[in-house]
């Protein structure tokens, strides 16, 4: 097989089954991969033994490796402790060297070291094995010693180079990383009070968390909020309703980028193709945001949803149409009172619930018991508004307030309510008065079918408080692409 060919097949890494223990035998054999490796003689008998006992050896970890399907090769870590390991590995079939793919093993095994917490990785090379030193070179490793014909290598797991630059490297969120992950959530650019963890986490028995850390050395520098689905694939975290790559405030276009790469390639390294992508609208920033869209152009990533969010701008207002002014005007004349409220019952019971049933056969995304609980914990983000008649509730809304956005999550109103003009009495205030300050006030969508079908007669009522639409895109990339991404990325960092 041609080296061209090589560098554009998948690679990946899997059990170390029998299959690969005959592979072994042949390739540990060869006499110049024998040499190589430094492999003592050994019988078949002594294989067997070893292969038996593998199971109980919890200092052992080996995987087999495969490049579109075909075994060829294995890497593994041993002599595993709680802050070291030791390297090692090798392609035993002959036609997969001088592919690059050397590289790939390693970052795979610098990602499940840092992933187990080791804070350093060495190995033993052959002293005749130049492109062997010159890869672990590359990666970091420095020479420390010598015994025999191996040259001892040894790297910290903060470092990338020679030069000291920082690794990015990914780790799954987990309950331990709870206060981490929220104070970067704090100050982040692109984040909102839904990505903090103990938002996402009232659902987590729904889904199965696949958030993933991003750290540069040590240093925290972007989360990706994510479960894993049933079908095997990674989403942008199903239970919220957009997502995107958060990253620290002064982030530059190469650490971007430099993130998103870290994130598919460790995707792709657990054999997790898919990663389905959905972005944090635009006017939800207090920064601009683009960076991400540029990766998903290298990517190749396929838009496979976009809904139109109903969004007004406050800072540069068009006029109410004339039948929301006239519905406006109406509920005034009835005296219908606006009520901030901070139990959500009543709106729950009397109003959202039954009118989403009779009107769409659906129940709300938050039951009442979690909204209570969501309320009791973000008491400045989450607020109920609603509209009262004769001591009746006719109407009402629960609004998600963020630094420059109010956002609606749920809108409702009974048909007396209705007939009054209520909503539309609710939104002028909210719109006029209550969140006049804000940058945008936010209506949500009005799509269905991913994006295909739009309720134009939601929309026409959104549009008549002046809102226009902004995307909210949802992409679909393939990790075995993240190679794409080394063309715009300092190659240190693509290697690390």
């Not at 079908?231 to 405030?249: F, I, N, P, W």
């Not at 991400?292 to 949803?305: D, G, S, T």
């Not at 609710?426 to 969508?445: A, H, N, P, T």
Request: net charge neutral; with cysteine; aromatic share 14%.
């Amino acid at each position: 097989m041609h080296a061209a060919a090589i560098t554009h097949s998948r690679l990946t890494f899997e059990r170390f089954d029998e299959t690969y223990l005959e592979k072994s035998w042949h390739w540990l054999h060869d006499p110049e991969i024998k040499r190589l490796t430094m492999s003592p003689d050994f019988t078949k008998e002594d294989q067997l033994r070893w292969f038996a006992r593998l199971p109980e050896m919890t200092d052992y970890q080996i995987w087999g490796v495969a490049c579109d399907g075909v075994p060829i090769g294995v890497v593994g870590l041993k002599h595993v402790n709680q802050t070291e390991a030791e390297y090692w590995g090798y392609l035993g079939d002959r036609d997969y060297w001088n592919a690059g793919l050397g590289r790939k093993m390693m970052r795979f095994a610098l990602s499940q070291a840092r992933e187990q917490g080791l804070s350093e990785l060495y190995l033993n090379v052959y002293k005749q094995n130049p492109r062997a030193i010159h890869l672990y070179t590359r990666f970091g490793f420095k020479a420390t010693g010598e015994n025999g014909e191996a040259l001892h290598m040894r790297r910290p797991l903060n470092e990338v180079t020679e030069s000291g630059t920082p690794a990015f490297s990914v780790v799954r969120y987990t309950p331990d990383r709870k206060e981490a992950w929220n104070t970067f959530v704090n100050v982040a650019k692109n984040a909102t009070f839904v990505f903090h963890r103990d938002y996402m986490d009232y659902h987590q028995d729904r889904f199965t968390d696949y958030s993933l850390m991003v750290f540069e050395g040590r240093k925290l520098v972007a989360l990706l909020p994510a479960n894993l689905a049933a079908d095997g694939t990674v989403h942008s975290h199903e239970g919220l309703s957009y997502g995107g790559l958060v990253v620290a405030r002064p982030a530059p276009l190469h650490e971007v980028l430099s993130c998103f790469h870290a994130c598919l390639r460790y995707l792709h390294e657990r054999q997790i193709s898919l990663l389905r992508f959905k972005r944090l609208p635009g006017f939800y920033n207090t920064l601009p945001d683009d960076e991400v869209a540029y990766a998903l152009f290298l990517l190749e990533a396929r838009l496979y949803r976009r809904d139109c969010a109903a969004v007004v701008s406050q800072d540069d207002r068009l006029s109410f149409q004339e039948r929301r002014r006239r519905q406006i005007k109406k509920a005034g004349r009835f005296n219908v009172r606006i009520v901030p409220e901070t139990n959500f019952s009543a709106y729950w019971e009397r109003v959202l619930v039954p009118r989403l049933a009779a009107r769409h056969g659906v129940k709300p995304v938050h039951t009442i018991e979690e909204i209570t609980l969501l309320a009791s914990r973000f008491p400045e983000n989450i607020r109920q508004f609603s509209v009262y008649w004769n001591h009746e509730i006719v109407a009402g809304t629960t609004i998600f307030e963020m630094p420059t956005v109010a956002h609606a999550q749920y809108i409702a109103v009974t048909e007396p309510g209705q007939n009054l003009g209520a909503l539309d009495y609710l939104f002028q205030w909210l719109i006029d008065e209550r969140y006049r300050g804000k940058r945008y006030f936010d209506f949500g969508i009005c799509n269905e079918h991913d994006g295909r079908v739009l309720n134009h007669g939601l929309m026409a009522w959104k549009e008549g408080f002046g809102a226009r639409s902004f995307a909210h895109d949802f992409y679909e990339i393939a990790t075995a692409n993240y190679g794409k991404l080394e063309s715009v990325i300092p190659a240190t960092l693509a290697d690390c």
